[in-house]
RNA sequence: GCCGUCGUGGCUUAGCGGUAUAGCGGCUGAUUCGUAAUCAGCAGGUCGGGGGUUCAAGUCCCCCCGACGGCUCCA
């Protein structure tokens, strides 16, 4: 059955003429009129002949929530064969409609528009984006209920076809584990996973109740990393120098790696001609929406990932089966999604974050998947790197029920990788352009997933863009194509790093950035001012970011202070230090709340530990004054 | 996009019909100090923007903007 449901402030009716079909009615029925109203305009289609009762009693539970959502106690049932190629018998469909009044009748004024009549009708709809919407009935069994909702857009945004096919997509939840079953996710025991629950709950069940703001936020203000930047869109973040420095440290980090991973770094625009042939095509399979923006004559869109820009020059390459897998990375900053206002909080979700993205080309699904294989284990180790481990994040595995049939080996060697359960969805039909994709979703303080590394074995692309390869005997060949993303967006990990150290503090715990990302590594603070020429040519030994407060304050506040930015290792400098030439060194990582970690060491100690500790790690000097006395402060 | 809550100096906030509280921060001065807030003084606000009601509006009403929460949606 089809149900196309209309808010309205009025709907009135006319009958004009007969069809062979027509109901026999009375004469008040050749007319009516109500108002303020949810029209229920109706296709019952030859499905429904296989159990009316059912289509009934789904119909009317439809059209009940919609009714309760848009507060109106008042229903037109309106009979309007229009809304399917595939109708069923009048006589059935008449069955029906009656079936759905009485049933509706208890608890709402129901009105019926006769069935069969050439009517003239007129409705003013309300127009609110739950004022229009189309529900599609199917039974149970042969084609499991799927309701589909596409809410009919009054303005022209762009949405595209990807994102309404979401709707639609039928999937099936599975819990896999590590002995390679599938489990059923109802009757399987999460107990023992409370973050996997959550995770699941989250993707599943989608109850978000939440009843205080991310504890991300007030932490991106606090350590001046971020703030909202009311002069931008929502979603559009500003960075004070901080905040911009982990990011760099960050972008560095995934780049670093990605180039040992053999990844060429390219730069591509940000925006694009959005009726050039290939991208529209390509616009229609990604579930994202876009900003457009004019240029001259020509309708450009923002890119939401660095796809575009990398597979057209995939396209004009001269690539060999020699230089296979090919790898190309760029860090976009930005990429662009116009997410719906209400889903953007903080560093989570934001419409211009940055993305590392990698495309590999493959010769063929084997070489695919060892790839695919390969960067799944790539993104375990950088998340590791930055701070996320394992247990912070939930893995979910998603892919074609064709692909699985023909790799489950793959499949459960993931779940054995992260030694824990995974959450399983899979589809009967190839909605997207991926056959395979895993996603690491972070599970923050308030029990909202996000993913974070992603990878997806694509093929669709290499068609659609007409990349291809010179196979060894000389035939050009299609490649299979990864995406990667090895991180997740930068700032998403920043959200994720500031939820994390917010849960911890919550256990109890000292919160801080690693190492390697934190803005200030040492603080030095001379216990007075003629402290300050030592404790100056003391920092001037540091090899890392230093600074010293040489603010007028008593040295309890300093530390406090130092303590209030998460900074790693505090050094108070006084008559002590300057006789005996060892320093004192509060340490955070082995702090507990209200009991500081003390330790003795000379310099030089200290030096080599912060090198050990940051091994491996990108570097970048301190983008502040090194005295505290020299900074503004930022809000 | 819809519903709800909120929006007072840089930050946090009191006031909820009679032109505005306090703390932090800033500035000035004193203090030269040993690990979670040294003392004193000064400056800084047409109470998110616009419109309306009233003799009188942060305070009541309407519209807009923004943040947060819910719905919806989603890497």
Known sequence: MQLLLIHSDYIEYQTKKQTPVAEKIEESLKSGRLEEALTAFTAVESVDELNPEEAIEKAVSEIEKVAAQVKTDRIMLYPYAHLSSDLSSPKVAVEVLKGIEKALSGKFEVKRAPFGWYKAFTVSCKGHPLSELSRSIRPEGTAKAVCKTVAVEEKEEVVSEALKAEGTARSYWRILTLDGELHEVESFDLTPYPKLQKFVNYEMSKSRAVERAPPHVELMR???????????????????????????LLENYVLDVATDFGAMEVETPIMYDMNHPTLKKYLDRFPARQYSIESDKRQMFLRFAACFGQFLMNHDMTISYKNLPLRMIEMTRYSFRKEQRGELVGLRRLRAFTMPDMH????????????????????????????????????AIRFTRDFYESNKD????????????????????????????????????????????????????????????????????????????????IERCIYALLEKAAMET???????????????????????????????????????????????????????????????????????????????????????????????????????????ETAGKPYRKLPLAKYLSARPKFF
């Open 222 to 248: 606090r350590l001046e990393l971020a703030d909202y930047e009311p002069g931008s869109d929502s979603g559009n973040m500003r960075y004070y120098p901080k905040g911009r420095l982990v990011k760099s």
């Open 410 to 489: 793959l499949v459960i060697s993931m779940a054995k990788t992260v030694n824990k359960p995974v959450l399983v969805e899979m589809w009967d039909t190839r909605f997207f352009y991926f056959v395979l994709k895993f996603e690491f979703n972070f599970v923050d303080a308030l029990d909202k997933a996000s993913a974070l590394s992603t990878v997806q074995i694509d093929v669709e692309n290499a068609e659609r863009y007409d990349i291809s390869y010179a196979s060894a005997d000389g035939k050009l060949e299609r490649p299979t194509v990864l995406h990667c993303s090895p991180s997740g967006a």
């Open 506 to 612: 919550e256990e109890g715990k000292v919160p801080m950035l690693p190492l390697w990302l934190s803005p200030t590594q040492v603080r030095v603070v001379p216990v007075s001012e003629k402290h300050l020429s030592f404790a100056e040519e003391f920092s001037k030994k540091m090899d890392c970011r230093v600074d010293v407060d040489d603010r007028d304050l008593s040295i309890g506040k300093k530390v406090r202070e130092a303590g209030r930015e998460w900074v790693p290792y505090v050094v108070v400098i006084g008559d002590k230090e300057i006789e005996e030439g060892t320093i004192n060194v509060t340490v955070r990582s082995e702090s507990e709340q209200n009991k500081p970690k003390k330790v003795q060491m000379t310099p030089e100690e200290l030096n080599t530990r912060i090198k050990e």
């Open 360 to 395: 590999t080309l493959c010769e063929d699904m084997d070489q695919a998947v060892n790839q695919f294989k390969q960067q799944y284990d790539l993104c375990i180790d950088v998340l590791e790197n930055m701070g996320i481990h394992v247990d912070d994040y939930e893995v």
